[in-house]
């Protein structure tokens, strides 16, 4: 079932107080301490400071994306002089800190990895659940997945703003992370021997989900340590990929309620 995509849209265009124009204004707010949610750098731009940004950013964990002009301009912000960064809603965390935090706490690390979900309202509504379910942290990817912006953080009915957010390099060193954690990491794939009942969630894991028309990429599924299906009674391409989530994720709190032996790791 493939997605539907909004297009950049004056309606869907970040309120001006949360944007910021110009290079040296980015690098300023960066070194100052402004949780950036993505940096937009025209990418005709070629020049010493444009380089300092991208080191920069790099530095703080930011994503730049080189952009057309009319990208740019699109957002509507005076004196951008070729660069607009938005700021961040979400306050993002380190994933080992979250790791560590939970261990301390006496708590058993769950984690939802998201790979190449774009649709925000997915996103959204992804978060919600793994905050009823008590998913530790949700992790994205630094790029290949939608902005968690203002209708994101509407649709999750403000979860977003509640529980740990993990973004990361790529989903492959945050997997390393987990293995060298002792966090297995599951995930969900139509073709695998396993149901999702016979997995055991009662462990550390991680749980990956896909994007609902490409799937979760191949290497990540190599790398994990096991894969289970969702049953279904007729046959269908696949689950939205929220309501999968949703279906996996109560399944495991439902283990960790009350635990029930015999179960496959």
Known sequence: MRQQHKTFTQQHRPKKNLLIGGIQSIIDAMKNGEQLERIYLQNS????E?????RTALEFEIPVNKVPFEKIRNFNLENHK?????KSKIKYQNLQDIISFTVENGEIPLLLLLDGITDIRNIGALART?????VHAIVIPEKG????????????AGALENMAVCRVKSLHNAI???HLNGIKVFASEMTAD???FGINFIEPCAIIMGSEDKGIQSSLYKACDN??????????????????????????MKQRMIPAPQRTS
């Open 227 to 252: 894969r289970f299906k969702i049953p279904m009674q007729k046959d269908f391409e696949s689950l939205n990929v929220s309501v999968a989530a949703g279906m996996i994720l109560y399944e495991a």
């Open 194 to 196: 396993v149901n999702v």
């Open 145 to 156: 997945v939608g902005a968690l912006n203002e209708d994101a953080i509407t649709t999750s």
């Open 176 to 178: 390393d992370e987990l």
């Open 50 to 54: 444009a380089e300092e940004l991208k």
């Open 82 to 86: 070729g660069c607009v960064a938005i």
């Open 130 to 134: 793994a905050y009823c379910c008590g």
């Open 45 to 48: 731009i070629s020049s010493p």
